[in-house]
């Protein structure tokens, strides 16, 4: 199927593959650039873990379908249920396949190559929206209210670990052996 081809709401899905991509990237570097402030971290990683490298897709994915929901929902005719469904299994694909897709490379090949990293993100940010399109288009959908109540929750444990991460490798930096904002 042509994009030319899909009503608005699911072009903006697959819209949001390449500028999810390049937000993500940009927020990589957010937290060093502002020169380190606490605040940011909430929204850019503070390190190298695998964890923290999950905030390149957790806001942007959140607000590439929140927003596009507020200022469209009643131009489209988006149904609310599988909308909020649509955008939570995004972020749920994307956020599990970027650890998944760069422990399965690291572990089973030894190595580690910045391209590679760099394509896990697409590939990720790539696998969430087509999910998220493929739900939207054929799921009944659960409750707005369930799916914003989880979504909350996400943020929180994210914020949460920012400054209290588990003492676990999928939260220890890489390079530093640190945890959280302090790993240094």
């Not at 390449?18 to 929204?43: C, D, M, N, Q, R």
């Not at 760099?118 to 409750?143: D, E, M, N, P, R």
Request: proline share 5%.
């Amino acid at each position: 199927m042509k994009l030319s081809a899909l009503p608005r709401p699911q072009k903006w899905v697959i819209l949001g593959i390449p500028v999810l991509f390049l937000i993500g990237s940009f927020l990589h570097f957010l937290y060093g650039l502002t020169g380190k402030i606490a605040a940011v971290g909430i929204f850019s990683p503070v390190n190298e873990s695998i964890w923290e490298h999950s905030k390149m897709v957790l806001w942007p994915v959140i607000l590439w379908w929140l927003l596009y929901y507020y200022f469209r929902k009643n131009t489209d005719a988006i149904d609310q249920n599988r909308w909020f469904t649509a955008s939570l299994s995004s972020l749920l694909v994307t956020l599990i396949s970027m650890p998944l897709i760069y422990y399965f490379y690291t572990e089973a090949f030894g190595v580690e190559l910045l391209w590679v990293d760099i394509l896990i993100l697409l590939l990720a940010v790539s696998f969430g929206q087509l999910l998220g399109l493929h739900v939207y288009q054929h799921a009944k959908g659960i409750s707005s209210a369930a799916v914003l109540v989880l979504l909350a929750c996400v943020i929180v444990l994210f914020a949460w670990f920012t400054f209290a991460p588990p003492h676990i490798p999928l939260f220890q930096d890489g390079v530093t052996g640190g945890y959280g904002i302090n790993a240094i």
